[in-house]
């Protein structure tokens, strides 16, 4: 006992916390992108993105994933440097959970930052029908914080069929009839313009943290204020550097903070203008409004 102790006094991260048990269903859902237009997408607990998994340091992570798709699937933790039996990949470190049956993961919590979930099986189609979501890995409580809240940004190639509500926007904006494969880009599952505004109080300082879970790159930018980078894919920055301009890689994420010192009605958008549209009701696809309080 006692020397259990002294080991756990070395490692200031080892074991230290709960373990923190969540269940992932993944199924087809109904997901509204924008009012009234409904998609059938793939998801875990009937949401895009999944469930916000949130744990501390020194944690052990437990997620049941239970599978009502009508394929095999898998979860692999990106950047968590799990046990190789708990990485997700379909015979190669994990075995896949066939439709109807359940897998539980386990794993120590990573260092503090930002991490996210999606399958390994059918890789390309299941994330873009929207199986994705974050894991945040909070410092301890005694860590001293340089932000006042957070705000997560996640981008979304969705690729799937329309609902039967019928109606939807396509890559650029165009209709597509019911019943029809189309795609639309989104940032928490929701296609610009519906995208709910940020809204700050000015001098607030507010943590994004930005996930690319698509296969483009997508240069996303802020008008009238920059960011300051603190980490990028889990990593903390050797020195936090300005960018009002972040090209996310796929896959890749940001840390990134917003020293909310501009008052006003801000784009921030993907620099990708063919990801953005330019209609008369204002911008579509990757875009969203950043208003600063006075
Ligand atoms: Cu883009």
């Not at 437990?62 to 009508?70: A, G, M, Q, S």
């Not at 020293?259 to 203008?273: R, Y």
Request: with cysteine; net charge negative.
């Amino acid at each position: 006992m006692v020397a259990a102790l002294a080991g756990a006094a070395l490692l200031p991260f080892a074991a230290l916390g709960a373990t923190r048990e969540f269940t992932l269903t993944a199924a087809a859902t109904a997901w509204e992108i924008a009012p009234g237009q409904k998609v059938t997408a793939w998801a875990y607990n009937a949401s895009v993105p999944g469930p916000e998994l949130r744990v501390s340091a020194g944690d052990t992570i437990r997620v049941k994933l239970v599978n009502h798709l009508p394929e095999a699937t898998t979860i692999h933790w990106h950047g968590v440097p799990v046990p190789n039996g708990m990485d997700g990949v379909p015979g190669i470190s994990a075995p896949v959970v066939q439709r109807g049956e359940q897998f539980t993961y386990e794993f120590p919590a990573p260092e503090p930052g930002t991490y996210w979930y999606h399958p390994h099986a059918d890789a390309a189609a299941q994330i873009a029908r929207g199986l994705y979501g974050l894991l945040i890995v909070d410092p301890p409580s005694s860590a001293p914080r340089t932000w006042d809240r957070e705000v997560s940004l996640v981008i979304g190639e969705f690729s799937g069929t329309m609902g039967a509500m019928g109606g939807g926007m396509g890559m650029g904006g165009g209709m597509n009839p019911s019943g029809m494969m189309m795609g639309t880009l989104l940032i928490n599952g929701k296609a610009g313009p519906h995208v709910p505004d940020l809204r700050f109080r000015k001098g607030e300082r507010v943590l994004f943290r930005m996930v690319n879970t698509g296969n483009m790159v997508h240069p996303m930018h802020l008008h009238g204020m920059s960011w300051t980078v603190t980490a990028t894919d889990g990593f903390a920055a050797p020195a936090p550097y300005r960018k009002d301009t972040l090209p996310i890689n796929a896959g890749e994420r940001y840390d990134a903070v917003l020293d909310a010192s501009n008052p006003g009605s801000w784009m921030l958008h993907c620099h990708n203008l063919q990801h953005v549209g330019d209609g008369a009701s204002g911008a579509t696809g990757l875009a969203l409004l950043v208003v600063v309080e006075p």
